[in-house]
């Protein structure tokens, strides 16, 4: 009798280790069951990168899981494109990019070896990240009107760029007010500003999370907004479209969530729900005013027919400013 209780234990034991190694392959884990990856396009420091940083905090204490920053800077973006594109599919890697990779590249670069519609999924929109024109406080201006003066009247200035937005805008300002400047391109925007602040490059166009810390310090002397309309977050900064020479000039850089085509649907909408209840919360829409962002979601389709819209309308950008793909 003995011996046969020992045996049924036996067996019991080895029917549930069996059923054990089986059943992840008839079961998946609930999601999230591991850490998260967030892949950024842009060095630590840039303001994508902060939006990044906040939202993993958050988005990480919603699914009670890790969410760990990647930042992945260089070729504007293409690199974390890529690297994301060809991830699994599995809500494990997303990635948190801005028109850069997915509205201006297509017209900015030749060869580009990810599409921004087809190589991924749409999650969230998460808000615009408005970008102003800055200027070394070495430069004698303190106005727009003052700044497109002085430029006119000293041809050769330096305008730096980290992303697409900074491309575009300072191709468009020179465009418009029929300016004769030098584009200094860098991997990511912490050491364009750095130059501007040392007086090594002029002027860049810097998203607002990036550059108010600099200059609230005075390190930077802010002229003017891209948007069309002034901005609540900085109300004392004209547009660049108040001066006759740039009637028209509106810019805006926004910011999403997107995850590697083929993500499971129930894995997209759990992350939807979590990203747009962090983005429309009063009480973190503060924290991410603070470092110049606006915030706001969106259901997966609606960012999915934004990005088709967005890369026709940075098409025409790129077009009318002059802009040669590389």
């Known amino acids: 009798m003995k011996f046969a209780k020992q045996a049924l234990l036996t067996l019991a034991v080895g029917c549930g280790a069996a059923m ?9 884990d609930p999601y999230p069951s591991k850490p998260i990856r967030l892949v950024v396009p842009f060095a630590a420091g840039s303001g994508t990168d902060a939006v990044a940083r906040l939202t993993a905090r958050y988005l990480g204490e919603a699914l009670k899981q890790s969410v760990v920053v990647d930042n992945r800077p260089g070729a504007n973006g293409t690199i974390a494109a890529e690297f994301v594109a060809k991830a699994p599919a599995d809500g494990y890697t ?3 990019t801005t028109n850069t990779t997915h509205s201006a590249n297509p017209s900015l670069m030749k060869q580009l070896r990810y599409d921004p519609v087809k ?3 749409p999650v969230s929109r998460m808000g615009n990240l408005p970008f102003m024109l800055v200027v070394s406080p070495s430069l004698p201006v303190k106005t727009l009107s003052e700044f497109v003066a002085y430029a006119k009247a000293h041809p050769g200035m330096s305008y730096a760029s980290g992303n697409s937005t900074g491309i ?4 468009t300002l020179s465009k418009m007010a029929g300016l004769k400047m030098l584009h200094v391109p860098y991997k990511s925007t912490p050491p364009a500003m750095t130059d501007v602040i040392g007086g090594q490059v002029q002027l860049m166009f810097v998203d607002f999370a990036a550059g108010i810390a600099n200059v609230r310090a005075g390190k930077l002397r802010a002229l003017a907004v891209t948007t069309a309309q002034r901005s609540a977050l900085l109300p004392d900064l004209p547009p660049l479209g108040s001066v006759p020479e740039l009637k028209g000039f509106d810019i805006t850089s926004w910011n999403g969530i997107f995850a590697p085509a083929g993500t499971p649907a129930p894995v997209v909408e759990r992350l939807n729900h979590e990203l747009v209840a962090i983005a429309s919360s009063k009480q973190y829409a503060p924290q991410f005013h603070a470092f110049g962002f606006e915030p706001f979601g969106s259901t997966p389709a609606e960012l999915g027919q934004f990005v088709v819209a967005e890369l026709q309308k940075w098409s025409r950008l790129v077009k009318d400013a002059g802009i040669e793909a590389e």
């Open 119 to 121: 190589d991924f999924t």
């Open 94 to 96: 997303l990635f948190m």
């Open 168 to 171: 575009v805008a300072g191709a």
């Open 20 to 28: 054990a190694m089986i059943a992840p392959a008839g079961a998946a």
